[in-house]
């Protein structure tokens, strides 16, 4: 089955650690995107990457980093320096151009105590 | 002014009732237009891409008027599943923009 996935579910993490999170897809997307979603908002865009080793910064990327080594992985590290990272992250691919949607993952719940 | 704007609601509706939803988009260059379903605490799934003629798939409708940059969503006959918050989402120049998102409850 093609699909994204996004590991973990449910993540914790104490004040001033770094943690990933990993985003897979199988759907040969060269496009793939980071979200935010925080209670009762929209989805802010971290970052986005076009082409591997490529990559650009959304709306919010202060305080995350990204990289892009393979057309099929896009992690999302969650710095120290992200000052309210508590959130619900996704993951989206889609193929490029102005006509394609994007689909994604199933979100990984981050929760930094 | 955000680039695209919807209406939280919440619309609370008796099953079988038709409710509407619109969406208005800013920048007048967005080339497509989609509407996309999130259930509580999921990812958002895709409903519907929006066409310029309009385009239905079985009770849903979705219809798009680029002249004053709206689009929006009917649904008919509702059923107790369709309770979600709808989303719209635009792309404008390979960049997606997403509305707050409508919130949905059919009541039995």
């Known amino acids: 089955d093609g699909g994204i996935t996004q590991s973990p579910k449910y993540l914790f993490r104490k004040e001033g650690q770094n943690v990933t999170l990993s985003c897979e897809q199988n759907?040969?997307?060269?496009?793939m995107y980071w979200y935010r979603q925080d209670p009762g908002q929209g989805l802010r865009l971290i970052y986005y990457s076009q082409i591997v080793n490529d990559f650009q910064k959304g709306d919010i990327a202060e305080g995350y980093s990204v990289s892009r080594e393979k057309k099929e992985s896009f992690p999302l590290t969650v710095t120290s320096a992200q000052k309210n990272p508590t959130a619900f992250y996704l993951c989206?691919?889609?193929?490029?151009?102005?006509?394609?949607?994007?689909?994604f993952g199933p979100g990984t719940r981050l929760t930094v105590t | 002014r955000k680039e695209v704007e919807q209406d939280p609601g919440p619309f609370n509706v008796p099953e079988g009732a038709t409710v509407a939803f619109n969406c208005t988009y800013s920048?007048?260059?967005?080339?497509?237009f989609f509407w996309y379903r999130q259930d509580c605490r999921k990812e958002p799934k895709l409903l519907m891409s929006?066409?310029?003629s309009g385009n239905e798939d079985g009770r849903f409708t979705a219809q798009l008027n680029r002249a004053s940059q709206y689009i929006s969503l009917l649904i008919r006959d509702s059923k107790l599943s369709d309770s979600a918050t709808y989303l719209c989402?635009?792309?404008?120049?390979?960049?997606?923009?997403f509305g707050t998102g409508t919130s949905l409850t059919v009541i039995p």
């Open positions: 989206a691919s889609s193929i490029i151009g102005a006509a394609y949607e994007q689909y």
């Open positions: 920048n007048s260059a967005s080339q497509s």
């Open positions: 929006v066409y310029s």
């Open positions: 759907l040969n997307h060269d496009a």
């Open positions: 989402v635009v792309n404008t120049g390979n960049q997606f923009y």
